[in-house]
């Protein structure tokens, strides 16, 4: 190369110097407003994810206020049934606190097998049918109250 190409590639490197630093401006320009509609797409995102997540919690929250509810309400039923099967206890040491005990009556068999929900033999009990066919008291209960048996 001669001194003349020098001078010529740096009158032209001159003279395009404005040119390469207005595209070199204009990249930036464009990385710049790029990387702010991805901030932008993200912040959009992440507004969208926290309202889904309030959204969820609030669907939590009323999920564990029912289910209080439930628990509150299960703890009732097993007062409540720990209280049958304690008066059903209390029959059967009545019957048998005498010298010659007296027989159990035949309803605290009926009573316990729907409060534990089996009978005697493990059989499954869901009503009082159930109770008295598996403890074979049905015709004393139709008896007691007066029924016959048709």
């Given at each position: 190369m ?18 390469t ?58 007062r ?33 097998a ?37």
């Amino acid at each position: 190369m001669s001194v003349q190409d020098d001078e010529s590639d740096a009158a032209v490197a001159e003279r395009d110097a404005p040119r390469t630093a207005l595209a070199q401006a204009e990249d930036d320009r464009t990385d710049a407003c790029l990387a702010r509609w991805e901030e932008e797409q993200d912040n959009q995102r992440l507004r969208t994810a926290h309202k889904s997540a309030v959204a969820r919690g609030v669907r939590l929250c009323e999920q564990c206020a029912s289910l209080a509810a439930q628990v509150a309400g299960v703890d009732d039923a097993t007062r409540r049934l720990d209280a049958v099967l304690k008066f059903c206890d209390r029959a059967e040491k009545r019957a048998a606190r005498w010298e010659n005990p007296l027989p159990v009556p035949e309803w605290v068999t009926a009573v316990r097998a729907l409060a534990t929900g089996t009978d005697g033999a493990g059989t499954e009990v869901r009503s009082l049918a159930d109770a008295a066919t598996a403890t074979a008291v049905l015709p004393a209960l139709d008896a007691a109250e007066g029924r016959e048996e048709s």
